[in-house]
T-cell receptor
Framework: QQPVQSPQAVILREGEDAVINCSSS?????VHWYRQKHGEAPVFLMI?????EQKGHEKISASFNEKKQQSSLYLTASQLSYSGTYFC??????????FGTGTRLQVFP | DTEVTQTPKHLVMGMTNKKSLKCEQH?????MYWYKQKAKKPPELMFV???????INESVPSRFSPECPNSSLLNLHLHALQPEDSALYLC???????????FGPGTRLTVT
């Protein structure tokens, strides 16, 4: 039931790009993306509500393929501040957010 | 004000103690959540309150008892916990209908 994210971990140099995938075995109502830095609370990045929807947030964007029950998070020209663990969160019922397995991203100078 | 506050930040309790965690938000959100997070794991949903009524209980043991006294406050009462209950407990709030959730900084709980 828990969405599976890939890869589990990514190491980048500043300025490099990354893609994080989130896959669910069940039909999805919406997909959320959050970033959690070590020792801090998760911070909301974006939500995708419709199949095929793509949204952007600075140099971070995401897509949602409802048919494939998948979402991808795209980070372009990564910055040191992008380091952290990224979680997708999927909803099949309203207000019941199930977090994915997580992807740990480290950006080095 | 987009802040969710939680107290205490840290809590150490014995297995026979009774304690409470508190969460507060003043964003007018009508949905509030409790999550449990173990190290290097995603947050796990425990409870959801919608319009001050418990709407989701994810089969959480009865030693955890949630309470929503009003639309701004959420408590989690703890009693007879086990060492495996040691974790970071996160509170979050959102508008109803599955919108973005705002998380508090969490309470790091250690059960001895």
């Amino acid at each position: 039931q828990q969405p599976v994210q890939s890869p589990q971990a990514v190491i980048l140099r500043e300025g490099e790009d990354a893609v994080i995938n989130c896959s669910s075995s069940k039909a999805l109502y919406s997909v959320h993306w959050y970033r959690q830095k070590h020792g801090e609370a998760p911070v909301f990045l974006m939500i995708l509500l419709k199949g095929g929807e793509q949204k952007g947030h600075e140099k971070i964007s995401a897509s949602f393929n409802e048919k494939k029950q998948q979402s991808s998070l795209y980070l372009t020209a990564s910055q040191l501040s992008y380091s952290g663990t990224y979680f997708c969160g999927t909803e099949r019922d309203t207000d019941k957010l199930i977090f994915g397995t997580g992807t740990r991203l480290q950006v080095f100078p | 004000d987009t802040e969710v506050t939680q107290t205490p930040k840290h809590l150490v309790m014995g297995m026979t103690n009774k304690k409470s965690l508190k969460c507060e938000q003043h964003m007018g959100h009508r949905a509030m959540y409790w999550y449990k997070q173990k190290a290097k794991k995603p947050p796990e949903l425990m409870f959801v309150y919608s319009y001050e009524k418990l709407s989701i209980n994810e089969s959480v043991p009865s030693r955890f008892s949630p309470e929503c006294p009003n639309s701004s406050l959420l408590n989690l009462h703890l009693h007879a916990l086990q060492p495996e209950d040691s974790a970071l407990y996160l509170c979050a709030s959102s508008q109803v209908d599955g919108r973005e959730q705002y998380f508090g900084p969490g309470t790091r709980l250690t059960v001895t």
